[in-house]
């Protein structure tokens, strides 16, 4: 429930829900009934009910910590729970099921009544879109991002309460959020701010100050990328200001540090490295076991490294630079693939401004290796675009051109 951000109520609900799409009758699982699953006092819930468990939340009854009357049982057929009633249900409630990111169900199969199950559903949408992102970068998930949207915008008129309303606008907020980021990562900035402010508008409908730092976080990175850099340092600053900054340590650290690099990008040294101090300080206080939006569970120590060596490296400081892209690299965990490789190029310049030619060239290649099979988002075609003109100013002409001879067909065809 923590992970799903699901209230005892819309457990209920969307158990009822998923009931209902196989007897064709809402059930009548009450909150009452929820508080006995948690509280153990009921180990194991009705047939109908454990399915509609296992359908809204993707995991069999065993694996959500019931325990199966009787003194002997077989895990493993507890497990592949083979019954035929099974399988009926969950093909029938297959549509609730947070494994997918199909976004459109069949129109004359839509319930007139939408709730829990259907959030759940958005959610799990999102979800799968932000973990393709860490694996191979943003570009090219826009459209479906923007049907996530739609879709989440025109449940919402349908919406059984107003906490499913407001649910359903911040989801679309997420899709619209990550619609502009998959542009932003491939590097085509155009069209990019009307959706952040489509976002923002959205975010502002579900009363959710996280969405709005979400958006506000997004603008700093567009601007900075746009080299509008006292824009970057606003719109980092606004995010800053938001609610969840001002009570999450975790939200406000990747504020802080949003802020550093902006500040570092537009000349101010000493506040940038001040803001870095901030965003360490709160990512000691912060929780990281907790449960977090799918947007934000990027965000940790390798993260905050990825971005102090940045910060040290436009300051002028790339020994720091290159010891905070080392941290970063052995915190960051195998599923984000084009950080690495982003964290790599940063490495690389580190290398570079410090004389390290021939290591740096070494390093810079290994983003090829890391991303190998998958095309470079524009953003790191980018970086890697800073590094070769660094390279042709600082290092002999022969070793930048066989640098660029050996990386051109990888570099410009991806």
Known sequence: MSERGMSVRELADAVNDAVGRLTGRPAVTSERTVYRWLSGQNRWPQARQRLALEAVTGLSAVRLGFVPRGKQHDPVRLEEGSDVERRR??????????????????????????????????????????????????????HVALAGAAEALGL????????VRQRLFALATDYTAQAAWSRIDAGQLDGVEARLERALTLAGLAQDSERSMQV????????RQR??????????EAGLATAVARRSPVHASLAHART?????????ARPA???LARAEDKLTKADLQQPRASWLVFYGPA????????????????????AASHH??????????????????????????????????????????????????????????????????RAPRPMAHEWTDRYRTQWSGS
Do not use: K
């Open 216 to 223: 506000w976080n997004l603008r700093a990175m567009l601007a």
């Open 227 to 236: 080299r509008h850099h006292h824009e970057a340092v606003a719109a980092a």
């Open 328 to 393: 970063a690299l052995a915190e960051l965990g195998p599923a984000y693939r084009r950080n690495r490789a982003h964290t790599l190029a940063r490495l690389a310049l580190a290398q570079l401004h410090q004389g390290d030619i021939e290591q740096a060239c070494t390093t810079s290649g290994e983003v090829f290796d890391v991303m190998a099979g998958t095309a470079l988002p524009g953003r790191l075609r980018l970086l890697l675009g800073d590094f070769q003109r660094d390279l042709l100013a």
């Open 89 to 142: 249900f969950l093909g029938a409630a297959a549509s609730t099921a947070a494994v997918t990111i199909s976004l459109t169900p069949n129109a004359s199969a839509r319930p007139s009544r939408v709730g829990t199950a259907d959030v759940v559903r958005l959610r799990a949408g999102i979800e799968r879109l932000v973990a393709l992102d860490d694996e191979r970068g943003g570009h090219g998930l826009e």
């Open 156 to 163: 919402q008129e349908r919406a059984a309460t107003q906490r």
């Open 260 to 268: 550093a690099v902006c500040l570092a990008h537009s000349g101010q």
């Open 303 to 322: 993260e905050l490294h990825s971005l102090t060596a940045i910060v040290h490296d436009v300051v002028g400081r790339p020994a720091e630079a290159e």
């Open 273 to 275: 490295l001040r803001h």
